[in-house]
């Protein structure tokens, strides 16, 4: 995949493999590329342990890579040191899957918005007392909740809480770690609308890591589809949804539940069988072949690579 243009985050052949001992070495992230456009949202979706987490983390410094290269505005960020490293980590932030065990018990919610504050000296005083009423509004909060603590909250509102504090440093590129998998159904619209709000308001780019493909179509300019750490299609969220090509997409999207029930008893699931392989001793050749019903010969011996297939749409399958 060949990028021609600069973009607001580019990564290039990433790798991220975990030592996990006797001599093995677990392939999180084997060989990706994507490219984050200023202002955009990228879903990245697939099963959980598809390396998507540790993709995220590596886009925001939490991870070294093993290889490859995270560009971010031009720049290699894991290789900025002192203020350029500081800034970066203003520029970049990162909202989590479980908002309750991300955010201090201990600490309110004064203290859990302002760290970041502080941190960066960005406001003081009044100004920083302004600021955090001002985020708590943001995010559909009031004043009156800022000396509270975290379990005093719901699951929605702790997640809100987790949104203001990553918009505290006043980041462009936020990181969304499956930010909707802990909550109710019913709140998760209303976060993930919240979330397209700020990004209109706030010019905020998203990568927004979800394992339910109905909420990722919702948010995503274009979806990357994920499995054992690689990335297998990627393409505009319209397309990705109406014409997918990758055997494992069709089978996300098939899964996806209608609202209409006559067209849900009617419609044809293409089933996922069998077990993701290991990620410590992934299979030659394709790595979906165990589990894909079009599997031909050089399937078994040839890996394939994500090839564009026209306009922005890429898919790494042998059929096409
Ligand atoms: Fe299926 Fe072969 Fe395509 Fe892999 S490369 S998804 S095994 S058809």
Redesign the pocket.
Known sequence: MVFEYNYLLEVKNLKKYFDVGYGQMLKAIDNVNFFIREGETLGLVGESGCGKSTTGRVLVRLYEPTAGEVLFEGENVHQLKGRAAREFCKKAQMIFQDPYASLDPRMTVRDIIGEGIDIHNLYKGKERTHRIYELLNIVGLNKEHADRYPHEFSGGQRQRIGIARALAIEPKFIVCDEPISALDVSIQAQIVNLLIKLQQELKLTYLFIAHDLRMVKHISDRVAVMYLGNI?ELAESIELYEHPL???TKALISAIPIADPKLERSRQRLLLEGDVPSPINPPQ?????KR?????P??EEVK?ELKNSGGEHFV????Y
């Open positions: 297998v990758h055997p494992y050749g394709c790595l979906f072949k894909c019903g079009f599997a031909k050089i399937c394939p790494a399958c042998h059929l």
